[in-house]
């Protein structure tokens, strides 16, 4: 049997305070105002189960684990202080993947010696209950990996972001679906070490097949969504190894990913079990359809200025176009020179602009934004129509007026932020070229009450900062 009641009861009580930690952390992140604290209550939370950990640490020396955290340490350092925040959502894709992997890389070490892990009964067999936690573990975990491996290919413009549409894929998914649950089972009753390389095998398999029809839209969704299979693997690996901080911590991440996962899809108009079933109702077009050619107005840095100077007030909405320009210093500036013009200035964020959950929020925090000025979508959507100037910077998809009309569209059905309501819409875009990254052209692009500013996002808003100057 299980070796957990062994634990001292400290160590439990440790990994109980952890695990409130985590608690308070999630809460506390679950707004900008008190991000601080939770990211604080998160660090405390992972100290006390590090130091547990090492204080009861029975398989590797002391030498061994910190040579490991120092590796390990040094590589997320340097990282962290080179990463661009516009590179944040594929920075998350691969770090899913590395948690991914090391659930695979723990299963198979309990797999290959499990007398280590105290996971054989008096036989010298692997027990039964281990044998379910091992293969959920190595399947996630392998899911996991292989997954984010494509996500951060298509996030960093290494394979397409269109869907890679398979012959019979839905068929071939849902069989080795099957196959990876038969396995298991089959698993449990006899430990031949073929059934568990192969459960590893077609976890990889289907990870990478889940993953690649999705197109470049669903990727906040994607994202979230292996956040949530990354914390079931570790939660897996937490049986395996009698560890209750793991076994709370990869629960937390992985109820809270779903749940955001369900929430992105909702707000994205998409079906979640669709998505995660791998891309059902993602169109071969998507990513790839062009630009429509039609008569719009065009304005400069100088009509933008005088159009926001005499407005009373100004929503401005941020999107992918200004985290990859990096305007949101910037954009911040103009805002404060509005401001002090006695302009009213908000900032209006769809909950899947960018290509992360919350990548408009980080940026704009990064930018010292103040916290009181950001509005969810259903906090702000109905002071459009009171707005003088929408201000609209990147942000193509959540903008698009077709997702309430045109019935044929790939986004029709989702919640867009109501810009075209505005007495002005300022449209900031690289060109006319181009569609977003559902694939689908904009008509608001062609109202009679859209300026489109065409240019580098960050230079549009600098050159419209001295103007108001």
């Known amino acids: 049997m299980h070796e957990a009641a062994a634990v001292p009861s400290w160590v439990l009580l440790a990994y109980l305070i952890s695990g409130v930690c985590f608690i308070l952390a999630l809460r506390g992140l679950s707004s900008p105002v008190s991000s601080q604290r939770g990211n604080r209550f998160g660090m405390l939370g992972m100290a006390i189960a590090v130091a547990t950990t090492l204080a009861t640490h029975e398989i590797a020396s002391l030498w061994e684990i910190g040579a490991a955290i120092l590796v390990g340490g040094g590589i997320g350092l340097l990282i962290a202080r080179r990463i661009q925040m516009t590179a944040m959502p594929q920075l998350v894709a691969a770090f899913h993947s590395l948690v991914g992997m090391a659930a695979v890389l723990v299963g198979a070490a309990a797999f290959l010696n499990p007398e280590a892990f105290g996971i054989v009964d008096a036989t010298g067999a692997i027990l039964q209950v281990s044998r379910v936690e091992m293969g959920l573990g190595v399947a996630i975990g392998a899911i996991t990996f292989s997954g984010s491996v494509i996500a951060y290919l298509k996030l960093n413009g290494n394979m397409s972001g269109a869907p890679i549409l398979l012959p019979l894929r839905h068929v071939i998914n849902l069989g080795t679906l099957i196959a990876i649950l ?15 390389w192969t459960v590893v095998a077609l976890s990889f398999l289907i990870g990478f097949l889940l993953i690649i029809p999705i197109g470049g839209a669903d990727m906040p969704v994607v994202i979230s969504m292996l956040n949530s299979y990354s ?11 009698h560890n209750s901080a793991m076994i709370i911590t990869g629960a937390l991440v992985g109820s809270s990913g779903a749940i955001l996962s369900y929430i992105m899809c909702r707000a994205m108009n998409r079906s979640f079990i669709s998505v995660i079933a791998g891309g059902f109702g993602a169109v071969a077009s998507s990513g790839t359809a062009e630009a429509i050619d039609r008569p ?15 407005a009373d007030k100004v929503i401005i909405v941020p999107g992918y176009g200004m985290a990859v320009a990096q305007a949101q ?20 964020i769809h909950p899947v602009a960018g290509r992360m959950p919350g990548h408009m929020n980080v940026l704009l925090a990064e930018a010292n934004v103040p916290y009181d000025e950001v509005h969810e979508l259903e906090d702000i959507n109905s002071e459009f129509a009171q707005a003088d100037v929408a201000f609209v910077i990147g942000a193509n998809d959540v903008t698009n007026p077709a997702a309430k009309t045109d019935k044929g569209s790939p986004i029709y059905g989702m919640p867009v932020l109501d810009v075209e309501k ?3 819409v300022l449209f900031v875009k690289r060109s006319m070229g181009g569609v977003g990254y559902a ?3 904009n008509e608001l692009f062609y109202r009679d009450n859209t300026m489109m500013l065409l240019a580098d996002a960050k230079k549009m808003v600098e ?6 100057g």
């Open 439 to 441: 694939g689908v052209d």
């Open 296 to 310: 719009y107005k065009r304005g400069s840095a100088e009509d933008a200025a005088f159009l926001m100077k005499q």
């Open 422 to 424: 505005a007495r002005t």
């Open 463 to 468: 050159e419209i900062v001295k103007a108001l």
């Open 231 to 241: 914390g079931w693997a570790a939660a897996a690996m937490g049986f395996t190894l």
């Open 182 to 196: 038969g396995l298991i089972a089959y698993f449990t009753q006899d430990q031949a070490p073929w059934i568990f």
């Open 329 to 348: 210093h910037a954009l911040r500036e103009m805002a404060d020179l509005l401001k002090k013009e006695g302009v009213e200035v908000d900032y209006a």
